[in-house]
């Protein structure tokens, strides 16, 4: 009996201290769910039995250790360390330079006045036309005659409707390298034989009315070639180009066009007795046959993928068409202004739609939300003819980037999105 009563107080000497490390860490649990000052280590001192038995103890726990910070102190940790990332990602870039990353929080750095994106704002134009025009939209040029008599026409009006694919086979086969759909135009002299026409008692009448004479940019640099960025009108042939030699361009691509209809009807048996020209159709002069394009997501696609100036001019005026009425640059251009100001962007202010003239002027968030909303058109997302020191798509599953006029900046961009802030250690929840 003794001996059960001189160890009662020992029993009740290590209970209690046993229970003082655990209502200590009770205490720091709470008191650490709503800020985290400092790391305090409980230590919870060794009981030496009088019976001389082996030591009885718990060995440093800090009370602050991934096993017990809450979740809540963690993610504001992660949250801050990814604010600090972003500050200095924004104070990297460097005058006349802009920076957008898509995502959560984002970055938004613009130029004052904005910067001159080159190709890179060719996306603006290919999602502003998928809005305007929709993707499902063709470019459509028909023939229509005056004065059909069974096989006799009179005059013979071929009408532009602006597609910028409109080629003959021969030169469709010499551009085969480039992943285009290509408009056959033979198809227009098909029809007429089809329909029994033998011969054309008038001219034949190239009309590219739609849109206006600019042909092309007065501002463009001398070193842009025509075989780079040619003559844009409403109806242009094999893209203005008289033989499939690059160096043999028309001066007058509607001139040409017509030209190229009366070869085409000649080599089919057709009589053209006279002359092609230039003209605007008179009113009521009824069609005879209409081919029509690729839908313009795939010409979309081949623009962006190609990086086919020709193209984005084209579709500039296209659209100013379908806003305005009328088919012009500065038309297009305001049209565009205001679809990127509805999508919340930036201002532009586009002088042309390739990107080849020196005043042109865009954001970076503009270019962003252009390539959210037309990123499909992109085999793997990412833009491909982005000049060094630019950059428009996403890597992988990391936020969008948009970055203009620094390699510096896409460094830090793409560092920032690389590098998660998915680690913490002890040390950066101290005060």
């Not at 005056?146 to 021969?170: F, K, N």
Request: negative net charge; proline residues 7%; hydrophobic residues 45%.
């Amino acid at each position: 009996m003794s001996a059960r009563r001189s160890g009662a107080p020992r029993t009740a000497a290590v209970v209690t201290i046993a229970l003082i490390p655990a209502l200590g860490l009770a205490a720091v649990w709470n008191w650490a769910r709503d800020e985290v000052r400092s790391i305090p280590v409980v230590t919870v001192p060794s009981v030496v039995p009088g019976d001389g038995s082996s030591v009885v103890g718990v060995p440093e726990v800090q009370a602050l250790s991934f096993r017990r910070v809450p979740t809540a102190v963690i993610a504001e940790v992660q949250e801050q360390e990814s604010a600090a990332r972003l500050a200095g990602v924004v104070d990297s870039v460097p005058e006349g330079a802009c920076l957008a990353v898509g995502g959560q929080p984002g970055i938004r750095v613009e130029a004052d006045g904005g910067v001159n994106a080159g190709a890179l704002q060719r996306i603006i134009v290919a999602a502003a036309a998928l809005e305007v025009l929709g993707a499902d939209h063709r470019f459509s040029t028909s023939l229509h005659a005056d004065g059909l008599e069974g096989p006799v026409i009179g005059d013979l009006y071929i009408i532009g409707g602006g597609d910028p694919m409109l080629a003959t086979s021969s030169f469709a086969d010499a551009m085969r390298s480039v992943p285009h759909w290509w408009t056959p135009v033979e198809a227009l002299a098909d029809a007429l034989v089809l329909l029994g026409v033998e011969r054309i008692a008038g001219d034949v009448v190239a009309d590219g009315s739609r849109y206006d004479d600019d042909l092309r940019p007065s501002d463009w640099p001398a070193s842009v070639s025509l075989t780079e960025a040619g003559r844009v009108d409403s109806l242009v042939v094999d893209r203005g180009r008289l033989s499939t030699s690059p160096r043999n361009v028309a001066f007058d691509p509607v001139q040409a066009a017509a030209r190229t209809l009366v070869d085409l009807l000649r080599a089919r048996g057709v009589v053209v007795e006279g002359f092609p020209r230039t003209g605007t159709m008179p009113p009521d002069v009824p069609p005879v046959a209409t081919v029509r394009g690729e839908p313009l997501s795939r010409v979309l696609a081949g623009m962006l993928n190609t990086d086919d100036a020709d193209i984005a001019e084209f579709v500039l005026k296209e659209i100013g068409v379908r806003v305005s009425g009328r088919g012009t640059r500065i038309a297009g251009v305001e049209a565009i202004a205001d679809v990127v100001a509805s999508w919340g962007s930036a201002g532009v202010a586009m002088t042309d739609g390739s990107g080849l003239g020196p005043e042109n002027r865009v954001s970076c968030g503009a270019l962003l939300a252009a390539w959210e909303r037309a990123r499909d058109l992109l085999p793997d997302g990412n833009v491909p003819f982005a000049a060094a020191g630019d950059v428009l798509g996403a890597i992988d599953d990391r936020p969008p980037v948009a970055a203009v006029g620094s390699a510096s900046v896409i460094a830090d961009a793409l560092r920032l999105i690389s590098e998660p802030v998915d680690r913490l250690s002890i040390g950066e929840l101290s005060p």
